[in-house]
């Protein structure tokens, strides 16, 4: 069976602590329920979180969902963002680990890659080297979200079109992005080989899309 991989590009930072990061665990396991429902996810569907604040970590290797076990997000109390690094850490993944069509293979779905942070990135020469290269690389959609009043939409930007805002932080706001993150997902799995461009489901009212 060919894969879907999904990348989770998470941001820890200090100001994430609290009800966001709370609101964040509670949204990854409603998002993992919510795809174990739909068959063709269940069948096609890997899932990977990095996590970034001063430091980037492999919260959750490239993992077949139904084998996904999730542990607590947590967060420090403060520090960077280091989002142009997480990119970097991202990018050598899925070169390393999404399998290329060859002669004597078909290969995984092209991959998707979610990118959520609530600021702007601290390391910026390394985000705009990085953004750049994601802008070239073989992602099937790069989707990223800014949450809360201080998200950037610009730096956004430099990495993909496709932006959507969370106005608020509160535990309903992240439940809907995870609910809507979820329906990206599925409605991927269904149409991969079928179309080449993703195209996304309606937004929650928490969410804005932006064109």
Same mark, same amino acid.
């Given at each position: 069976?060919?894969?879907?991989?999904?990348? &989770?590009? &998470?941001?820890?930072?200090?100001?994430?602590?609290?009800?966001? @990061?709370?609101?964040?665990?509670?949204?990854?396991?409603?998002?993992? /329920?919510?795809?174990?429902?739909?068959?063709?996810?269940?069948? /096609?569907?890997?899932?990977? @979180?990095?996590?970034?604040?001063?430091?980037?970590?492999? =919260?959750?290797?490239?993992?077949?969902?139904?084998?996904?076990?999730?542990?607590? *997000? /947590?967060?420090?109390?403060?520090?960077?963002? =280091?989002?142009?690094?997480?990119?970097?850490?991202?990018?050598?993944?899925?070169?390393?680990? *999404?399998?290329?069509?060859?002669?004597?293979? %078909?290969?995984?779905?092209?991959?998707? &890659?979610?990118?959520? /942070?609530?600021?702007?990135?601290?390391?910026?020469?390394?985000?705009?080297?990085?953004?750049?290269?994601?802008?070239?690389?073989? =992602?099937?959609?790069? @989707?990223?979200?800014?949450?809360? #009043?201080?998200?950037?939409?610009?730096?956004?930007?430099?990495?993909?079109?496709?932006?959507?805002?969370?106005?608020?932080?509160?535990?309903?706001? =992240?439940?809907?992005?995870?609910?809507?993150?979820?329906?990206? *997902?599925?409605?991927?799995? %269904?149409?991969?080989?079928?179309?080449?461009?993703?195209?996304? #489901?309606?937004?929650?009212?928490? &969410?804005?899309?932006?064109?």
């Amino acid at each position: 069976m060919r894969r879907l991989p999904v990348y &989770l590009l &998470l941001d820890t930072s200090g100001s994430m602590t609290g009800e966001p @990061i709370q609101s964040v665990n509670v949204g990854l396991q409603s998002l993992m /329920t919510s795809l174990r429902s739909d068959p063709h996810a269940l069948d /096609t569907v890997y899932i990977s @979180i990095i996590t970034f604040d001063k430091e980037v970590h492999e =919260f959750l290797p490239l993992t077949e969902l139904s084998s996904v076990q999730l542990e607590e *997000v /947590t967060c420090p109390k403060s520090g960077p963002t =280091f989002l142009g690094e997480a990119l970097e850490m991202v990018l050598n993944k899925m070169k390393r680990e *999404v399998i290329l069509s060859s002669n004597e293979q %078909k290969g995984d779905w092209m991959p998707l &890659l979610f990118i959520m /942070t609530d600021g702007k990135p601290s390391d910026l020469m390394k985000f705009k080297e990085m953004a750049t290269e994601m802008r070239a690389a073989n =992602f099937g959609s790069i @989707i990223a979200c800014g949450a809360g #009043p201080k998200a950037k939409e610009e730096y956004l930007r430099m990495i993909t079109d496709n932006i959507t805002m969370l106005d608020h932080m509160d535990s309903a706001s =992240f439940e809907a992005y995870f609910r809507w993150v979820s329906e990206v *997902v599925n409605q991927g799995s %269904k149409s991969a080989g079928v179309s080449e461009e993703l195209m996304l #489901p309606p937004a929650p009212p928490e &969410l804005n899309i932006v064109i």
